[in-house]
């Protein structure tokens, strides 16, 4: 296992539940001493103890390994408050409708932030009957390109995945679509706001 639970992180969400040492041994039937030593560096928890010990912080076990605490503030599962997880090892790409512990090929992935489109990733829209034409002036060569492009409404999302040496362009049905993402292998997420005006050609 690559990654195991740290006395930061135990001290850290101990303290955050406001449990002294005293409180947190008596919870999972240890001595004091143990949890000191853990805290501090001098030795680990048993593997079977990780599930109780969670449980006494009020958190998931992978939590517990990733020392923090989450909670999904997007309960109604709003699309437009998705999060998206993209591993740098395979590509992989995981959409959440909140926040969430995320791995893949052993990575934890942190949730991307978008920036908003730019120069040099200017992403351009053009109404064609009922569908977004989707198109990003970028490089598509096999070490610089846009590995997907995505369209986000408030009742789902459309994903189109790109590949090197292709077009860095999609269609999407307009159908309530409010955000357009593209993903650059080598600078992350950028995204662009859809208006209101869904027959002005936008860019």
């Given at each position: 296992m690559d990654?195991?639970?740290?006395?930061?992180a135990i001290k850290g969400l101990r303290e955050a539940k406001c449990?002294?040492?005293e409180e947190l041994a008596a919870r999972i039937h240890v001595s004091a001493k143990a949890v000191s030593k853990w805290e501090t560096g001098r030795g680990f928890p048993d593997i079977s103890l990780l599930e109780p010990l969670a449980e006494a912080l009020d958190i998931s076990v992978i939590e517990l390994l990733s020392g923090c605490t989450i909670r999904n503030r997007n309960k109604a599962a709003n699309m437009l408050r998705s999060?998206?997880?993209?591993c740098p090892a395979c590509g992989n790409v995981i959409q959440a409708t909140g926040e969430a512990v995320v791995s893949c090929c052993g990575i934890t992935l942190p949730p991307q932030e978008a920036e908003e489109a730019e120069e040099e990733h200017p992403i351009r829209v053009e109404v064609v009957e009922d569908e977004y034409h989707v198109s990003v002036d970028h490089p598509m060569t096999k070490a610089h390109y846009l590995s997907f492009l995505m369209a986000v409404s408030d009742q789902g999302t459309q994903f189109v995945r790109l590949y090197p040496e292709g077009n860095a362009e999609a269609r999407f049905k307009i159908s309530g679509?409010?955000?357009?993402y593209a993903f650059c292998n080598r600078h992350g997420l950028f995204q662009h706001r859809i208006g209101r005006e869904k027959k002005e050609v936008l860019s």
């Open positions: 990654n195991y639970v740290t006395g930061a449990l002294t040492q999060r998206l997880y993209v679509v409010r955000i357009l």
